[in-house]
């Protein structure tokens, strides 16, 4: 597994450009055979389009093999539903996983 | 504005957290829907007052209707523009697969002590600073562009 530390991008993530850019400056880094999770620690905020715009072109890349790792961050999770209905992609299915392994570490 | 909000006495991190990504994708969608499409003045205005507890952005872009009438060239009035931009996934740079920002900041403001004024050409929404249902109408006075006021 390789993990992806939002952190490294700064502590406020906004704007679909940037998110671009983030992912453009990681994928070479990144091995396509290997899943990878996303660890928001020690990340302020993200936007919902920062979050869009990265996470839709990793999984692209990674060909869905993209886990996100439980977080607490205000901003991630009050993305992460309406990005996980917004469409039946890679993308939905990611955020909807995530979303369930939250829901049973809290119960 | 992140960092001056946490320092600030009163605000937790959870509501930093919530106040950035609302003022960043309100303030991000001003250039992603204006790029090259500016009636006058580009760029937008951004400003706000930890202590009277309140952030404002405004552009003098397209506004949303315009934005929206590419995708849904049905719609007749600001009001539902607004309506449809901050209650259904569609954007007005379609095919992408955009066009859910406003409805988490809808989803934030309805759920947390933050509210939201938003305004374009006559249209408006309004979101109360204590968690409630969202409201959108008319107004008398036009807004070109649009101008935002968050309340926290």
Redesign the interface.
Known sequence: MQTIQLKKFGNVLVSRPAGLEAFNGIRPTLEQSTPVEIDFDDVLAVTPSWLDEFLTNLAEYMDGKVELLPTKNASVLAALPVLGMAREDAVAEIVQRALKRMEEKST | M?GLL?QSEGIS??????L??VA??V???S??HNVANWQDVPGIFFAYDIGKRFIVLADRGQGVRATLSRVRPDLKTDAEALKVGFTE?VSGRAPE?????L??VR??AESSPIGLQFRSGLGVVQIPRQPGPTEIGTTAENVRGTYAVITF
């Not at chain 2, 991190?13 to 919530?18: A, Q, R």
């Not at chain 2, 697969?97 to 920002?101: P, V």
């Open positions: 992140g946490l991190e959870e509501m930093t957290s919530l950035t990504s960043g994708e303030g991000d969608n250039f992603m996934i697969k955009r066009g859910n920002g409805k988490v989803g934030i």
